[in-house]
């Protein structure tokens, strides 16, 4: 479990539940107009995609749908997490060949 523990993962994973939560209160400011919730379903595109491979084809998703929204967010943050995660397990790796190499 230790593994999985990331500082890198968190800091990615704030940073998009940040941006997720600003493009939604922007789609609240502009709901009513024309694609006021493009921004928000291109952040929510991981999700949407996947969703999409699980239902069989067909996924709806917009700014009206507070519980996709939600899990949009939260699966877009875990994803940011994971790729954090990754990008510290290999600058850690390659730290530590580096240093094993000079001694």
Known sequence: ????RSWTGAA?????????????????RRSGTWFADLPLSLAALPFTLVMRALNG???AF????PGRVIAAGLFGS??????GLIVETIIRLLTR???TTRA
């Open 1 to 4: 479990m230790r593994r999985l």
């Open 12 to 28: 990615f994973a704030a940073v998009y539940a940040v941006a997720f939560i600003a493009l939604y209160v922007d789609y609240v």
């Open 57 to 59: 084809g067909s996924f």
């Open 62 to 65: 917009g700014g009206d749908m």
């Open 78 to 83: 875990g994803l940011a997490y994971l790729g």
């Open 97 to 99: 060949l580096a240093l």
